[in-house]
């Protein structure tokens, strides 16, 4: 009996919903769209009814209290305007990324020394369009870990504009990731994953995050010691018109000959900081995190603590 073929995951909407909003965008003048979007916003509220409980029991946590309708609204209308800001610069739009004031000098110097990197980022803000921005710098070569799905507009046309630097490995298409990422790697090019969410993630820890030790994935740091690479977090925000601000920790860079425990422990506290940088931009906006799938789940205190070896 042949195997099934797997139904290709989703965004969700209709396949068509990418193109509509294009053409709209190309016909419509900006003082009708928006509020047209607006509208569009109150309906997929009305009408996901996962994606409104995951957002409710997120703004829950992060407000210290339940969230009115209208910032269930809000935490779906600044998604779909990032998506908006997607298609307009994959349609030729300029926009740049500009670095905070308080970005720290390794990064810095990473970035003008143009070495590879792991890059780390969240689901926040403006941070996929600022992957793409990043690679866009003296054309470094980026290779993107991604999810495919069937209806990706603003991926495949994102891929299509900066497709000289940035190449996509697909996460559940790949026969083999590990060697995907060996050829990224010898290829000279920095390897961009997200680092919020634990779907395909094989290495797992606690980490103090909004009131409780929540599981995060930390493959990163296992491919940094697998490979002599050092790791990049960062996630990116607006910062006014055709600009998005770069918000980045302190670079990570593993140290040859120590010892794999001791390297771990370090990369715990790398992460914890992020988290901790993180967690202060969502308290300032909490609608930057564009998290409308399960938030990341409480450990048992058992599972609390430092990262483990295996």
Not at 86 to 100: E, F, M, N, T, Y
Not at 211 to 224: D, M, N, Q, V
Request: net charge positive; with cysteine; hydrophobic share 45%.
């Amino acid at each position: 009996m042949s195997r099934p073929t797997p139904i290709a995951p989703s965004n969700p909407g209709p396949r068509w919903g990418y193109r509509f909003l294009c053409t709209c965008d190309r016909v419509l003048p900006e003082k009708i769209f928006r509020p047209v979007r607006a509208i569009g916003t109150w309906v997929a509220v009305a009408v996901m009814p996962g994606q409104r409980r995951h957002s409710r029991a997120y703004l829950s946590i992060v407000l210290g209290r339940p969230p009115a309708w209208r910032e269930v609204w809000r935490h779906f209308f600044a998604f779909e305007e990032f998506l908006m800001l997607k298609l307009r610069v994959a349609a030729g739009r300029p926009h740049r990324c500009i670095l905070a004031p308080d970005t720290p000098d390794n990064i810095r110097a990473w970035l003008a020394a143009n070495r590879p990197a792991l890059l780390g980022t969240f689901h926040l803000g403006h941070s996929d369009l600022v992957g793409f921005l990043l690679g866009g710098h003296a054309h470094h070569r980026v290779f993107m870990i991604r999810q495919r799905v069937g209806n990706s507009h603003d991926t495949e046309s994102l891929g299509a504009l900066f497709g000289d630097w940035v190449t996509f490995i697909w996460v559940n298409e790949a026969d083999n990731l590990l060697f995907a990422l060996k050829d990224a790697v010898a290829a000279g090019g920095s390897i961009a994953m997200k680092c919020d969410r634990l779907e395909f993630s094989a290495k797992t820890e606690a980490f103090d995050f909004l009131g409780a030790p929540r599981i995060f994935p930390i493959t990163i740091y296992h491919l940094a010691l697998i490979f002599g690479l050092p790791v990049a977090l960062s996630v990116g925000v607006a910062n006014g018109p055709g600009k998005s601000v770069l918000h980045a920790a302190p670079l990570f860079t593993p140290e040859p000959g120590a010892a794999k425990s001791a390297e771990l422990a370090r990369a715990h506290t790398h992460f914890q900081d992020f988290l901790s940088q993180v967690e202060t931009l969502l308290r300032a906006d909490p609608f930057l995190w564009f998290n409308f799938t399960p938030l990341n789940p409480v450990a048992p205190a058992r599972d609390s603590g430092t990262l483990a070896g295996g």
